[in-house]
């Protein structure tokens, strides 16, 4: 399965005042987001993600690892 990671900065909710930086990890089972080395949310699939109040700016690819 391919995995591929991604950083951005994330708020997690609309009463966040700030962007904090998250690792993403994307693949067909869903999307795991990580911050300080904790699981801060997950999804399904990207719409999941869309519909939630999470915003996400300054997505940047990293690479491509196999599990």
């Not at 993403?24 to 089972?29: A, I, M, Q, T």
């Not at 997950?42 to 999941?48: I, L, M, P, R, V």
């Amino acid at each position: 399965m391919v995995t591929s990671l991604y950083t951005a900065d994330v708020k997690l909710n609309k009463t966040d005042k700030e962007y904090t930086k998250h690792l993403l990890v994307v693949n067909e089972e869903g999307i795991l987001m990580i911050n300080k080395g904790l699981c801060s949310i997950s999804f399904w699939n990207e719409a999941d993600l869309e519909k939630n109040s999470v915003d996400i700016k300054d997505k940047k690819h990293i690479g491509d690892i196999t599990l």
